[in-house]
């Protein structure tokens, strides 16, 4: 069956410092790949998408690069923000017939910065 | 335009209580996810209803039931419940156009608590 698995946290970084959250997946054909956000105590937010592979995604500052031949979704953000702080999910979403889509996630990571 | 609501927000029951969430679509959205998101998870999908049937259900027992209405709108039934159970309910809202990926957007959740 389809998987993803997403570097473990907690990921503790200083304001302006570099962001990198692995990600890679496991799907028998060819996914969709998603980076969500949760807040403390709210639901999930889409970050960015990316359909095909070498899409890039990219949305408020953080880029992630659909990897089809090392199965990758790396989240990447050049300058973090405190406001950043937050879990992010990377998610799969496979076609499985009948026009049926459901998501699949990893674990979360979760990011705190400091100022 | 709004989003993807869900009530109540926060919810406590009883072990062998049923309980019934409710969740309604982002404007234009005809498709309806259930996640259940236990502390310190990835959310893990339970089941999906689009034209009023259910269509495709994860690894969850049959006291996980739901049902669609014709305005879109969905509710989350369980019965018997466990203390397992606890986790905080998401719910996901889609457009379904034929042979594309249908991107997710989720509600705020609603937390159980079962005691």
């Excluded at chain 1, 405190?82 to 889509?101: K, M, R």
């Amino acid at each position: 069956g389809n998987s993803v698995t997403q570097m473990e946290g907690p990921v503790t970084l200083s304001e302006e410092a570099f962001l990198t959250i692995n990600c890679t997946y496991t799907a028998t054909g060819y996914p969709s790949l998603f980076w969500y956000v949760q807040y403390p105590g709210e639901g999930l937010q889409l970050l960015l998408k990316a359909t095909k592979a070498d899409d890039k995604g990219s949305n408020k500052g953080f880029e992630a690069t659909y990897r089809k031949e090392t199965t990758s979704f790396h989240l990447e953000k050049g300058s973090v923000q405190v406001s950043d702080s937050a879990v992010y999910f990377c998610a799969l979403s496979e076609f499985s017939g009948g026009s049926n889509y459901k998501l699949t996630f990893g674990k979360g990571t979760l990011l705190t910065v400091n100022p | 335009d709004a989003g993807v609501t869900q009530s109540p927000t926060h919810l406590i029951k009883t072990r062998g209580q049923q309980v019934t969430l409710r969740c309604s679509p982002k404007s234009g959205h005809d498709t309806v996810s259930w996640y259940q998101q236990a502390l310190g998870q990835g959310p893990q999908f339970i089941f999906q209803y689009y034209e009023e049937e259910e269509r495709q259900r994860g690894n969850f027992p049959d006291r996980f039931s739901g049902h669609q209405f014709p305005n879109y709108s969905s509710e989350l039934n369980v019965n018997a419940l466990l203390l397992g159970d606890s986790a905080l309910y998401l719910c996901a809202s889609s457009f379904r156009p034929s042979g594309t990926t249908d991107t997710q957007y989720f509600g705020p959740g609603t937390r159980l608590t079962v005691l």
